[in-house]
């Protein structure tokens, strides 16, 4: 079965007046890695060297399992390498209990307990082998901007305490201290969540996974994918590797590769920017005590500190702000906007990245026969959650139990009217920035 071409992915093309992320200043470079020449055999072949791959890569090398992991351009350069680094253990649009109503008590509970932990995860991950990548275990917050938000907020504390997770609500006078804006009236505080530089991160599991054996190919995009005798046959424009089992990573690249793909996520285009490194007046007050937060404004605004200094945020695409001069006011805008001790912010880096939605907006791993998966588990928030999804896909592989996972694989579904529908998060967020 052909399958249809490899479509580069539009966004590892660097626009005109950005960029590269702030990420690329202090990360360690890219493992070594070749292209794939010639035809090569392994047992798990996973395609896409963001952090789903890099960390299935990793786990299934511990066990001693024969993997190789092929990247078309070099680890990170997806969405995990133009993210915001933020590691956030908390739903999107979900609390612990309408969870449950979605997907039933058990699978529900399940999730629950995935997302609640995926932020020690990341960080034991970190500490265990030793990866340099600025991580601060310094707290996640998602603060309310409406009172009522704030009143849901003190119930869904609890609900997540009563699960055994640390998590508490923070009142708007503590809040308005620790961010250094009295833009909030409070805040959900997740202890395990934080941040980190993501592209670090992510070249630093694919060198741990390189270490401990996994095969590692760079520069290799991957064109078609076949079933013949039992077996994938993957092409890339100088190699083939042939392997028993596929593991799909590659984002919003899944749905060139297999045809059952095709459709099933949405794309989010979203400007990421970091200011100058803060002076020492602003550090005191600008989140004084560390920490990252994102909100649930319908223009969302979201803010943390790197290790040098600089306040990084976003703000999504819309139809409203267009151009390179347009981009920089905005994230000066922001910036202006919900911190007063910045009334001339200057932005060091402004970067693209895009993300891929599903419209559940939560995590999906699809079965797709043949002893072939797909992870589909960006939603603009897969750092952490992707990264334990790595580790327990790696374990059902290795055991061939299926509890391993947490999230039911399923049959992919496309989303309907498709073309339309892709058009959705930049309208949508056309009007919320007229409404911001
Ligand atoms: C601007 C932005 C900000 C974000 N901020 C955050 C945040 O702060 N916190 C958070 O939790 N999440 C954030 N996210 C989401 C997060 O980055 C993703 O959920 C996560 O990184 C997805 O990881 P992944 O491995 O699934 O995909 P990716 O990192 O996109 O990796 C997929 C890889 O597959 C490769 N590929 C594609 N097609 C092929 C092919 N045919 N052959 C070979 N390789 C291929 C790509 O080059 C890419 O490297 C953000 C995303 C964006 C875009």
Redesign the pocket.
């Known amino acids: 079965m052909a399958v249809m071409q490899?479509q580069p992915?539009s966004s590892?093309k660097r626009r005109k007046g950005l960029t590269n992320p702030v990420w690329t200043a202090n990360a360690a470079p890219a493992p070594q890695a070749e292209g794939l020449v010639g035809v090569h055999d392994v047992d798990v072949l996973i395609?896409?060297?963001?952090?789903?791959?890099a960390t299935t890569a990793l786990h299934l090398a511990e066990r001693n399992i024969d993997v190789a992991l092929?990247?078309?351009?070099q680890f990170?350069?997806?969405?995990?390498g133009?993210?915001?680094?933020?590691?956030?253990p908390d739903y999107i649009r979900h609390t612990p209990e309408t969870i449950r109503d979605v997907l039933g008590a058990d699978a529900g509970e399940r999730l629950t307990d995935m997302i609640g932990r995926s932020g020690a995860h990341v960080f034991d991950l970190v500490r265990r082998h030793e990866i340099e990548c600025d991580m601060r275990q310094d707290g996640f917050y998602t603060p309310a901007h409406t009172e009522a938000l704030a009143e849901q907020q003190r119930a869904m504390a609890q609900q997540w305490q009563a699960r055994g997770h640390k998590v508490s609500f923070v009142e708007g006078a503590q809040t308005r201290a620790l961010f250094g804006t009295d833009r909030y009236c409070g805040a959900l505080r997740f202890e395990d969540g934080g941040g980190l530089n993501p592209l670090a991160f992510v070249r630093g599991v694919a060198r741990v996974a390189q270490r401990h054996g996994a095969r590692l190919f760079a520069g290799?995009?991957?064109r078609q994918l076949e079933r013949k005798d039992g077996r994938w046959f993957c092409y890339t424009p100088s190699g083939t590797m042939r392997a028993q089992r596929l593991v799909l990573?590659?984002?919003g690249?899944n749905a060139?590769?297999h045809p059952a793909m095709r459709r099933t996520s949405l794309p989010l285009n979203?400007f990421?920017f970091a200011s100058m490194p803060l002076d020492p007046s602003q550090r005191q007050v600008i989140l004084p005590r560390g920490g990252a937060f994102t909100d649930k404004m319908p223009y969302l605004f979201t803010a943390r500190l790197d290790g040098l200094g600089h306040l990084v945020s976003?703000f999504p695409m819309s139809f409203a702000v267009n151009g390179e001069k347009a981009y920089y006011r905005e994230a000066k805008r922001r910036l202006k906007q919900y911190f007063p001790t910045m009334p001339e912010p200057q932005i060091d880096y402004l970067w693209h990245?895009?993300?891929w939605v599903n419209t559940s907006f939560l995590p999906e791993i699809y079965d797709l026969g043949d002893e072939a998966i797909a992870?589909q588990?960006?939603?603009?928030?897969?750092?952490?959650t992707?990264t334990v999804i790595g580790s327990q896909v790696a374990e059902m592989l290795a055991t061939g139990d299926a509890g391993a996972l947490s999230v039911t694989p399923r049959p992919p579904v496309p989303v309907r009217f498709h073309a339309g529908a892709a058009l959705l998060p930049r309208l949508l967020m056309s009007l919320a920035y007229l409404t911001n």
């Open positions: 490899y992915i590892s395609i896409g060297g963001g952090i789903a791959g092929i990247e078309a351009g990170g350069d997806g969405a995990t133009q993210s915001g680094g933020i590691i956030a290799s995009p991957v990573a590659a984002n690249g060139a590769l979203v990421q976003a990245g895009l993300a992870i588990a960006c939603n603009g928030r897969g750092l952490a992707n």
